[in-house]
């Protein structure tokens, strides 16, 4: 029996499907938890979106903000990236601060595209978790012998020269690498030496410094894996010199995780593979392109913080209610807060249901943030940034008509932009049209600070 193969982009409106692929698909989105399956990019928590809904009024299927492959039954979905992988490439290559490859449409066909993305993300938090060095940790080590080393232990070598009358018992403290994290962290790069069909080999998809750092490892911990590291990572322990070492340890787990697997003893049927939200990656994109873009001013990302910025509602007696947390705070060096900045990854196209292309509820979110940010009397922007689309709202009404205000406070401004997510540039230069967001968001801070 052929496989059935359901191939989508990500926001897009599916292909025409037969009765049975339709069937097959409610199915699948019924039985797939989205958490089980997300790898995380980065410190965002997972919503509740669909991988896909049905539009009633066009008698469609529309998928969500996931990219991904999912295997259910006999069948598998794939949902990849709407504006290509040399866009997705790209954005990824920011957020991590490197440069990364197109390998081609043979990564599609051998469906390893995903795959390289994944390994490019593991890689990143290799190197960062390797920053300072492998991940030691401090333990005893007991010496015997004519000399001292460290801290002697007078009853232990008092029961040892019962024996031999020239011998010192001590005790000094010694690095060695946390066998655990080691093991994990092996453990993920073979299983995606296998996923990249590089197994047995050094893996040609890290980098120079990322093979180096396994290297090290493997000659602290041998050649031989320890599989049942996985079910051990509980009982880590982390310390300041390994902390860094955390979210590898994270992301190393989840892809030992979502190997394939057979369905539950009791016989109903789980959907498996990997999903990555765009929205996640769109907003970390978007934040590191304000933080390259605008130097003068400090750009903060809050998904990376878990402190809250502000609270929408307090009481006299210090009570607090429904923290506020915008994806994007832009400062002055006085720390005044000029701007404040949602990256949403949406398309803005006019429906039945939504005439302006714009959420009612991304409007009352901003206009929250509006209210609790910034110094009552003085100016401060908001801004919507999603990816520019030639039949949506932002680019073809809303922008033009840019700032728009708040009713109730002129002060408080809010502008829509949008970024075209098919615009690439060579190097690391940007492209025209981040140019044209940094200009228009360098013209609105410079009202702020007036």
Request: overall charge positive; aromatic content about 8%.
């Amino acid at each position: 029996m052929n496989k059935r193969l359901v191939i989508v982009s990500d926001c897009s409106l599916f292909p025409s499907l037969s009765r049975d692929d339709e069937d097959w698909l409610k199915r699948l989105i019924q039985a797939t938890d989205v958490s089980s399956v997300l790898l995380p990019v980065g410190a965002r928590r997972p919503d509740d979106e669909p991988i896909a809904v049905y539009e009633s009024t066009i008698g469609r299927w529309r998928a969500g903000r996931y990219i991904g492959e999912l295997q259910f039954e006999n069948g598998i979905l794939r949902i990849e990236p709407r504006f290509g992988m040399p866009s997705l490439l790209r954005w990824l290559g920011e957020i991590w601060g490197m440069r990364l490859f197109d390998g081609g449409g043979a990564l599609k066909e051998q469906g390893l595209w995903l795959w390289v993305i994944i390994a490019h993300l593991w890689g990143g938090k290799l190197s960062a978790a390797a920053k300072h060095g492998l991940p030691y940790r401090r333990s005893d080590a007991i010496h015997i012998g004519p000399a001292m080393r460290g801290k002697l232990l007078p009853i232990q070598t008092a029961l040892v020269r019962a024996v031999r009358d020239d011998h010192l018992v001590s005790k000094t403290r010694i690095r060695v690498v946390d066998r655990l994290i080691g093991e994990i962290t092996l453990l993920a790069a073979q299983h995606l030496n296998g996923a990249l069909g590089t197994k047995g080999r050094r893996a040609s998809w890290l980098s120079e410094r990322g093979r180096d750092i396994l290297d090290e490892l493997k000659s602290f911990l041998g050649t031989h894996r320890d599989e049942g590291a996985v079910h051990k990572a509980h009982s880590i322990r982390y310390t300041p010199i390994t902390e860094g070492y955390r979210p590898l340890v994270e992301i190393s787990l989840s892809i030992l995780a979502r190997k394939p697997r057979l369905p539950e003893a009791a016989g109903k049927a789980q959907s498996h593979g990997l999903l990555l939200d765009m929205a996640e990656i769109w907003e970390l994109y978007i934040a590191k392109l304000l933080q390259a873009g605008l130097p003068y001013f400090r750009v903060l990302h809050t998904g990376r913080t878990k402190h809250n910025f502000q609270w929408l509602l307090t009481n006299g007696s210090g009570g607090v209610l429904q923290s506020l947390r915008p994806d994007i705070v832009v400062l002055d060096n006085h720390d005044q807060c000029l701007a404040i900045v949602d990256a949403k990854y949406k398309n803005t196209r006019s429906n039945s249901n939504n005439v302006n292309g714009v959420l009612r509820e991304d409007l009352y979110q901003l206009s929250a943030y509006l209210s609790g940010f910034g110094n009552p009397g003085h100016r401060l922007e908001g801004i919507l940034i999603y990816p520019e689309d030639d039949d949506g709202q932002v680019k073809s009404v809303l922008s033009s008509n840019n700032p728009w205000w708040l009713t109730s406070n002129h002060n408080r401004y809010l502008s829509f932009m949008s970024v075209d997510g098919t615009d690439t540039a060579p190097g690391s230069s940007l492209s025209g049209s981040e140019q044209v967001l940094i200009r228009d968001i360098e013209a609105r801070l410079g009202l702020a600070r007036e």
